[in-house]
C-alpha cells in the first residue's frame, strides 16, 4: 500500500514538473502550447550536449531552461505572437511547430536513442521499502518548481504585470503595461520549464526526438482540468495521476495509461470549469 | 611501378572488366530506412553491399556481377508495399534479400507470389510465416527463448517468472511463448504485464514485480525508448533479479552503460563470437566502412549471410530461375560468421544460439552456446 502512496505522489510530482509550463502559457495567453511536448525534447538534448561537454549535472538543469527559454522566445516572434487572436488556429500551429523542431533535433542528432548518465542512482529506504532515490528526490523538485512558480508570480514586478494581463488585458495595457513583452517573457518562461522537465526527465525516460509526445497529452488534460491555477495544478496532478497508478495497479496498466485523459473529459463535463474556484 | 606489374593490373582490369559487362543479376532490398527500423537498417545496408563487393571481386556469380537495389519500406506495411513493387515489377530484381518489420514482410508477400521472386528474409520474427517463395534465415521464438529460460531455471533456479512487454504483435508473440515454456520446463508465470508500444511509465508494472515475489524477469518491448525506459526504471527501483532482455541488441546495451550490465540476451550472432570466419568478416567491415561502420548485429550479419545463400543456391541451379532457385535455396549451406547455416527445417534454419550477459563496459560476454537449435515445426506440410 505503502508502495502505492509513493507511486501516486512520485507521479504526481514528475507531471506537476511536466505540465507547469503548459500551465504558464494557457494562463497568460489562453492558448494551448502543442509545441510543448517539443520544447521538453529540446531540453532533454541541451542536457545532452551539456554532459557530453562534462558540465556537473547541477549545471544542465539551468542550461537546459536557457535553451528551452531562447526556443521558445524565438518561436513567439516569429510564430506565436501573430495568432494570439485566433487560439485555435494557434493549436495547430504550436503542433506544426513541435513537429518541426522534433525533425530538426532528428537531423542533428539522429533518430537514436541517447543516454544521459543520471545524478542519483540506486533506492533509499523510506519507512520500511525501498524506493528509487531520484523518483523521491522529483517530489522535492516539483516543490521547489512550485515555489519559484508562484514567489515569480507573486513577488517580483513581472508576475504582478502578468497577472494584470491575465484579468484583463486591455486594462492592463491601458494602465502602460507592455502586453507584447508581457507574452513574450511568458512564453519564454513557459518554453524554459517545459525544457526543465526535459531535463529532469532524463534519468527516468530515453531521450529520443519523440520523447515528450507520451507527456503532452496527460499535461494537455491536467491544465484543462486546473483551470488555470498553480494550487489546483497541483491538486489535479495528485488526483488524476494517482488514479492513474491506482489504475494501472489494480486494472491494467494500458487502461492505466488512459485514465487521465477519461477522468478529465468526465470531469469537466460535469464541471466545466475543473478543479478551480468558480 | 614497374611495366610488367602495370601490364599485370591492366590484365586484372580487362579480366573484372569483361566478367562485370554481363547482365548484372540484380539483388533487390527492401529496408526500413525511415521509421521503427531506422536505427538498424543501415548496418544490413552495410553488410549487403560487403558481401556483393566480396562477390564481384571473385567474378560474381556464373560470371555475372551482382547488384543492388536498396528501397525504403519506411518500416510499415503501406511503404512496403510500394517498395516491393518497385523492386519486382519496375526494377525486375531476381531475388529480395532483407530485413524488415513483420507489418513490411506481410504486405511484401502477395507481391512476392506474383512476381514470382524469391524472398530471404533475414531478421528474426515470431515464426510462422509460410510462402512458397520465402526462406528465412533468423531465429524465431523456439531458438531464441530456451536458452535464457533454461539458464534461468538451472544457473539461477529460478521458479516464478515475472513477464513485461510492449503490446503488439512481436511483444505479445514472444511472451505467450515464453510463457508456456516456463510452464512446460516446471516454472510459474506470476505476472504477465505489457504497456501500449509507446508507454514509457513503467511505475506501477515495476512496483507489481517487486511484490509478486518472482525470482527472474523476461521482457519483450519493442526496441528503442520502451526498452530503455524500462530498463532504467528498473535499475533506479532496485531491481537486481536476472533480468532476460528478448529485445535488446549489443549496440542499444551498450549505449546504455551501466543500466544495462547483467541483462542476458539470447541472440545468434553477437560480434565476440570467436571463429575465423567472424574475425575475417569484422575486418573487412572495418577496412571497408571504416569510421562509417555501423555495428554488425543480429540483424545485419544474416543478411550478409543471405546474399551468400543466394549466391550458393543461384549456382546449385545452374541460373537465376526462380522455381529452381528456391528448391536449390533449402539444400546449399553457407559458412558465414554464425557458422555453418542451411535452411533445410520448413525453409527455417536450424542455428547455433549465445546467451550473453551484458558487462559493465557494455560488452556482450558469452555465457553459453547452444549448437543447432532446431527452429521447430514452423511450417508444417499441409496434410
Redesign the interface.
Known amino acids: 500500500m505503502l508502495?502505492?502512496a509513493l507511486?501516486a505522489v512520485?507521479?504526481a510530482a514528475l507531471l506537476l514538473i511536466i505540465s507547469s509550463g503548459l500551465l504558464i502559457v494557457f494562463g497568460v495567453m489562453k492558448i494551448i502550447n502543442f509545441a510543448h511536448a517539443a520544447f521538453i525534447t529540446v531540453g532533454a538534448y541541451a542536457a545532452l550536449v551539456g554532459a557530453r561537454l562534462g558540465l556537473p549535472w547541477v549545471l544542465l538543469v539551468p542550461v537546459a531552461f536557457a535553451a528551452g527559454a531562447a526556443c521558445g522566445a524565438l518561436a513567439e516572434v516569429t510564430i506565436v505572437r501573430r495568432l494570439y487572436q485566433r487560439p485555435l488556429d494557434a493549436i495547430l500551429a504550436t503542433w506544426g511547430l513541435g513537429i518541426v523542431i522534433g525533425q530538426i533535433v532528428t537531423l542533428i542528432f539522429g533518430?537514436?536513442?541517447?543516454?544521459v548518465?543520471?545524478p542519483i542512482?540506486?533506492?533509499i529506504e523510506l519507512l520500511g521499502v525501498?524506493?528509487?532515490?531520484?523518483?523521491i528526490a522529483m517530489i522535492g523538485a516539483a516543490l521547489v518548481v512550485a515555489l519559484v512558480f508562484s514567489a515569480l508570480l507573486n513577488g517580483t514586478r513581472l508576475g504582478l504585470s502578468t497577472r494584470a494581463v491575465i484579468m484583463n488585458e486591455m486594462l492592463a495595457q491601458g494602465l502602460g503595461v507592455d502586453s507584447a513583452r508581457v507574452r513574450l517573457v511568458t512564453f519564454a518562461i513557459g518554453s524554459g520549464l517545459a525544457a526543465l522537465s526535459g531535463a529532469l526527465i532524463t534519468?527516468?525516460?530515453?531521450v529520443?526526438p519523440?520523447?515528450g509526445?507520451?507527456w503532452l497529452i496527460s499535461a494537455f488534460m491536467l491544465v484543462m482540468v486546473s483551470g488555470g491555477s498553480l494550487l489546483t495544478l497541483a491538486v489535479s496532478s495528485l488526483v488524476l495521476g494517482g488514479l492513474q497508478?491506482i489504475v494501472?495497479?489494480f486494472v491494467?496498466?494500458?487502461l492505466?495509461?488512459l485514465t487521465i485523459a477519461i477522468c478529465a473529459a468526465v470531469v469537466l463535463r460535469v464541471r466545466p470549469e475543473g478543479f478551480a474556484r468558480a | 611501378m614497374t611495366s610488367r606489374a602495370l601490364l599485370a593490373s591492366f590484365a586484372f582490369v580487362a579480366a573484372t572488366g569483361s566478367a562485370l559487362a554481363a547482365d548484372p543479376i540484380r539483388i533487390g532490398v527492401p529496408v526500413g530506412l525511415s521509421g521503427a527500423n531506422?536505427?538498424v537498417a543501415p548496418s544490413v545496408v552495410q553488410s549487403a553491399e560487403l558481401a556483393v563487393e566480396e562477390i564481384n571481386a571473385k567474378g560474381g556469380i556464373l560470371g555475372r556481377p551482382l547488384a543492388l537495389d536498396v528501397a525504403d519500406d519506411g518500416s510499415g506495411a503501406a511503404g512496403a508495399q510500394k517498395a516491393f513493387d518497385a523492386l519486382i515489377f519496375q526494377k525486375k530484381v531476381n531475388v529480395l534479400i532483407s530485413m524488415e518489420t513483420s507489418a513490411a514482410r506481410n504486405a511484401g508477400l502477395p507481391i512476392v507470389a506474383r512476381g514470382k521472386t524469391p524472398y530471404i528474409y533475414t531478421s528474426f520474427y515470431e515464426g510462422k510465416s509460410c510462402s512458397p517463395y520465402l526462406y528465412v534465415n533468423a531465429w524465431v521464438p523456439e531458438q531464441q527463448v530456451p536458452p535464457i529460460v533454461d539458464y534461468f531455471n538451472k544457473e539461477k533456479k529460478a521458479k516464478q517468472y515475472f513477464l513485461i512487454g510492449s503490446?503488439y504483435a512481436f511483444g505479445r508473440g514472444m511472451l505467450s511463448f515464453t510463457k508456456a515454456y516456463i510452464e512446460k520446463t516446471g516454472g510459474k508465470v506470476v505476472g504477465e504485464?505489457?504497456?501500449?508500444m509507446?508507454?514509457?511509465?513503467?511505475?506501477?508494472?515495476i512496483?507489481?514485480l517487486?511484490?509478486s515475489g518472482a525470482d527472474a524477469i523476461v521482457t519483450s518491448t519493442a526496441g528503442?525508448?520502451p526498452n530503455?525506459?524500462l530498463t532504467?526504471?528498473l535499475?533506479?527501483?532496485?531491481v537486481s533479479l536476472p533480468y532476460g532482455n528478448l529485445a535488446v541488441d549489443e549496440g542499444?546495451a551498450k549505449?546504455?552503460?551501466a543500466d544495462a550490465a547483467d541483462i542476458y540476451i539470447s541472440a545468434s550472432y553477437v560480434t565476440g563470437i570467436d571463429s575465423a570466419a567472424n574475425k575475417k568478416f569484422l575486418a573487412a567491415m572495418g577496412k571497408k566502412f571504416g569510421a562509417d561502420l555501423k555495428t554488425p548485429n543480429d540483424l545485419s550479419v544474416p543478411e550478409y549471410e543471405g546474399v551468400y545463400a543466394y549466391k550458393a543456391a543461384v549456382e546449385k541451379a545452374g541460373g537465376t530461375d526462380p522455381q529452381k532457385v528456391l528448391a536449390a535455396l533449402s539444400e546449399v549451406s553457407v559458412d558465414g560468421p554464425r557458422g555453418t547455416i542451411k535452411m533445410d527445417k520448413q525453409r527455417h534454419a536450424p542455428l547455433t544460439m549465445y546467451l550473453g550477459q551484458v558487462q559493465a563496459d557494455g560488452g556482450v560476454k558469452v555465457i553459453q552456446s547452444f549448437p543447432n537449435v532446431d527452429p521447430g515445426a514452423q511450417c508444417p506440410p499441409k496434410s
Open positions: 508502495i502505492v507511486d512520485t507521479t533518430r537514436e536513442v541517447q543516454f548518465q543520471a542512482t540506486g533506492t525501498d524506493y528509487s532515490a531520484y523518483r534519468p527516468l525516460s530515453s529520443d519523440n520523447m509526445v507520451p497508478v494501472s495497479t491494467n496498466p494500458i492505466g495509461g | 531506422s536505427v503490446d504485464e505489457y504497456l501500449p509507446d508507454g514509457s511509465d513503467w511505475t506501477s508494472i512496483s507489481k517487486k511484490a528503442g525508448a530503455v525506459t532504467k526504471q535499475r533506479a527501483a532496485g542499444t549505449s546504455m552503460g
